[in-house]
């Protein structure tokens, strides 16, 4: 048997001999372009009903591959690109041969792969072992090592390493070329910042190299998605679950219900793509069938845009699209001053609370917190974060509550905020006071600051919630990150997730409550005593501050 070649020859070659060729030009390929490996339908795959199949590329797949193809051809420094994914479109399976092939073409590389856990880093590990032991003769390298952790080469002396972020000093040990970090969204929380500064110190900048990090999404508050929200270099690239070819089931027609019929036109709305009755057929069947009808939880793992991912956490206490909208917004003050961050200056006759959540002060512990609120227009204007100690901390208040026209202070007098009251109210005029119903003499009294109790912060966050919905803003993104990562547990309290902090979120709420309860009454200019007025404060801003710090300082000795 023989093969033409090419159609502008005549003559015909012997079969082995078009073989032997074959291979080499397929070697020379791989040599060349590691990339030619994905597409080349050389590597083998195990499939859910656990056939092992060649590795043939989806539509996903195919579309990573030319994007990351020109950006390995085109780009001056390293390529970063983090994917935020539908389930099950392939991500994995494909970063995971992209990983194997360079160090398999290439001489003298580190490869990396990392997990969320060890079940994710063995079944990575299978893959990338069967990816080894099915391909063609001529195209492998002989193993020098292979375990658990780690496949050598022989020939091209290069390695991949496979580990997890439980160990948070996964890959310090090497300069990687090619790194792969797995479900991100999913590694632990307290260990991530560590792991991650060290894993992406260990990649040089230099043309070549590439870092993919994959991740679906696991609503708010952790690494991947401050990475994905934040402002950095990472090309951040998402795969619709409607761009999975295999995501439809063939009808005729489909009788939308209501919830349906808003979900695609939402889609449209926000992609432009209508989404056909036999993708919405196969929606239904996963939400009723895997989800347990959950249409939130089908968002978050099979989002069908980016921003739907991380709308429906589920466990966020507050509105998801209003603090995306926030999120929008934020925005950097207009100048700082020490601890404080401005976004206005006070205004001539505006009025304005100050809500307080008061810390030890002690390097490593909470921070301070304050936030200046404009009654009128709902909107915080400063805020102060910082360690400070507490006695120092009432003098700041005063002069700052001075120079925002008097504003009401509200202190929380849990813990460290009585020593914040007992400086304020020897020499600050304007505290918020709380009402509480004494039940001995059957009459309601008045007592100094903010109390938060079991019974008083639920209703506390609600009215906070209820304003965010009804145009509450703030600019600052510290604020907006800490209101994301305020949950519900299953046990229905509201708090910070665990191992982030809820000051900003407490101290916004406090000046919220203290603006509800307040009596505001439009202040005219004719009413404000000219001893009081806005030029003194300013005038008068750097003499008291100066005094108070004398006191302050005789007041520790």
């Not at 090592?145 to 160990?167: P, R």
């Not at 797995?182 to 260990?202: C, H, N, T, W």
């Not at 982030?500 to 200019?525: H, Y």
Request: one cysteine or more.
């Amino acid at each position: 048997m023989s093969r033409t070649i090419s159609p502008k020859f005549s003559h015909t070659i012997p079969q082995t001999s078009y073989e032997a060729l074959l291979k080499i030009c397929e070697k020379a390929l791989l040599q060349k372009d590691p990339l030619w490996l994905l597409e080349s339908e050389h590597l083998w795959i195990k499939t859910k009903q656990k056939e092992i199949v060649r590795l043939r590329l989806n539509s996903v797949q195919r579309e990573l591959l030319t994007l990351l193809r020109e950006r390995l051809q085109k780009k001056e420094r390293g390529v970063r690109v983090a994917i935020l994914k539908a389930r099950q479109v392939g991500i994995s399976t494909f970063t995971t041969a992209l990983i194997y092939a360079f160090p398999l073409a290439q001489e003298g590389v580190n490869s990396l792969i990392l997990a969320d856990d060890i079940d994710g880093a063995n079944y990575l590990l299978e893959m990338v072992k069967l990816y080894q032991e099915m391909l063609a003769g001529h195209l492998r390298q002989e193993e020098k090592k292979s375990n658990e952790k780690k496949l050598e080469f022989l020939g091209t002396h290069s390695q991949i390493l496979i580990d997890t972020a439980n160990n948070e000093n996964a890959g310090r040990k090497y300069t990687y070329q090619y790194m792969h970090l797995s479900e991100v969204a999913y590694f632990p929380e307290r260990k991530v910042k560590i792991l991650m500064d060290g894993l992406l110190q260990a990649v040089p900048e230099e043309r070549g190299t590439l870092v993919v990090m994959e991740s679906t999404a696991n609503g708010r508050g952790n690494y991947f998605y401050d990475l994905w929200t934040g402002k950095n270099d990472w090309e951040k690239i998402f795969f619709a679950w409607w761009e999975e070819e295999r995501y439809t089931i063939e009808t005729s027609r489909i009788d939308l219900t209501q919830e349906e019929k808003r979900y695609r036109d939402d889609v449209y709305e926000k992609t432009g793509v209508r989404l056909s009755d036999g993708q919405m057929l196969w929606r239904r069947m996963v939400i009723k069938n895997k989800l347990g009808g959950e249409t939130e939880k089908f968002n978050q793992e099979y989002p069908a845009y980016a921003e739907q991912a991380f709308l429906t956490s589920g466990r966020c206490r507050f509105d998801n699209s209003v603090l995306m909208n926030l999120r929008a917004f934020c925005r950097e003050p207009q100048r700082r001053e020490g601890n404080w961050q401005i976004w206005r200056e006070p205004e001539l006759y505006l009025q304005y609370v100050i809500g307080v959540d008061t810390a030890e002060g002690i390097e490593g512990g909470n921070n301070s917190v304050a936030q200046i609120l404009d009654v009128r227009k709902k909107e915080v204007v400063a805020k102060y974060r910082g360690k400070i100690e507490p006695e120092a901390f009432g003098y700041e208040l005063a002069v700052w509550g001075r120079r925002y026209n008097m504003a009401q202070i509200a202190v929380e007098v849990n813990n460290h905020g009585l020593t914040v009251l007992t400086v304020l109210k020897n020499i600050y005029p304007h505290l918020y006071y709380r009402k509480v119903y004494d039940r001995h003499n059957d009459r309601w009294t008045e007592q100094l600051g903010w109390k938060t109790t079991s019974a008083t912060k639920p209703f506390l966050i609600d009215h906070l919630s209820q304003a965010l919905r009804e145009g509450l803003y703030t600019p600052s993104l510290e604020t907006v990150l800490e209101l994301e990562t305020f949950i519900v547990y299953d046990n229905g309290r509201a708090a910070a997730e665990e191992g982030k902090m809820d000051d900003e979120v407490i101290s916004l709420a406090i000046a919220n409550q203290a603006m509800i309860e307040g009596r505001w009454d439009r202040i005219e200019p004719e009413r404000i005593p000219e001893k009081y007025s806005p030029a003194w404060f300013i005038e008068q801003d750097e003499i008291e501050a100066q005094n108070w710090r004398k006191v302050y300082a005789s007041v520790k000795q």
